[in-house]
């Protein structure tokens, strides 16, 4: 059985109440992130529940509000990976946990299903998460925010069996020349969605953070610097643009989106 658990925590350093920010589909309605968050979780086919995990009072009350189920965590849990394995414990008859972060409420449902179907075709992997080939028109919009010094979205490396080599909030690999005719881009947008087993997920709060996921800030990394090999996998966006709200400055970007997407 697969869960789906969205952390969502209010005092984030970098934008303070995010949850709760509004954002305004094609027909002018403002909708929470968190509320957003919830609608995209329950889009994916084959998943048994959907919980949020919080530890604060006005997004529970928040989400409580449009009928999602809540479970309270720890103020202790310092990341989302955290808040999962702390769910997990009350969850056990769900081997596959899926974490939707709250903060990325146009994941096309594709995205999930590919994380959980690779978990179940092998039971080799602990770790698994979607990475999307970056396009021209996204890589533009990453290397602008480096240059303006925003912390945006994070990019992957990973070998041929998609094992994970690492992850940054640098645009990695670095892509100092243009492309050569029929080239691709080699950078890829790490998705910012997980599937654990629910023994990985066990172990993770009792590890040390190590200095790669301090410096980069990236939770994902303490399951490698432990390890425990990460799995990439591969996703299309079929079309459909993806963007995450990391900045105030992203809203604007999103919405577009939601319009062009036709979400209310």
Not at 177 to 182: A, D, K
Request: hydrophobic letters at 40%; proline letters at 7%.
């Amino acid at each position: 059985m697969a869960l789906i658990v969205i952390p969502a925590r209010y005092a984030s350093t970098r934008y303070p109440g995010k949850p709760l920010a509004e954002l305004r589909g094609a027909g002018g309605v403002a909708r929470s992130l968190i509320r957003r968050s919830w609608d995209a979780a329950m889009s994916v086919p084959g998943i048994d529940r959907v919980v949020v995990a919080t530890d604060d009072q006005r997004i529970a009350q928040a989400a409580t509000a449009f009928g999602a189920e809540v479970v309270m965590t720890p103020e202790s849990c310092r990341n989302g990976t955290e808040r999962c394995a702390v769910v997990s414990r009350d969850f056990a008859a769900h081997d596959i946990v899926v974490n939707l972060q709250g903060d990325a409420p146009l994941t096309p449902p594709w995205f999930v299903s590919a994380l959980v179907e690779a978990m179940r075709a092998d039971e080799g992997i602990a770790v698994a998460t979607p990475v999307l080939r970056c396009d021209a028109q996204a890589l533009a919009g990453f290397l602008e925010d480096r240059r303006q010094g925003r912390v945006g979205a994070t990019t992957a490396v990973f070998d041929g069996s998609g094992r994970a080599l690492y992850f940054s909030k640098e645009v990695l690999p670095y892509t100092g020349r243009p492309l050569g005719p029929g080239e691709e881009i080699p950078v890829f947008h790490h998705v910012g969605v997980y599937a654990y087993r629910r023994s990985a997920l066990r172990a993770y709060p009792d590890w040390p953070v190590g200095p790669l996921e301090t410096w980069e800030g990236l939770e994902q990394l303490r399951f490698m610097e432990n390890g425990t090999p990460v799995r990439c996998v591969t996703v299309e966006s079929r079309g459909q643009a993806f963007w995450e709200l990391n900045n105030p400055s992203d809203i604007p970007r999103i919405e577009a989106i939601l319009r062009q997407l036709g979400l209310d």
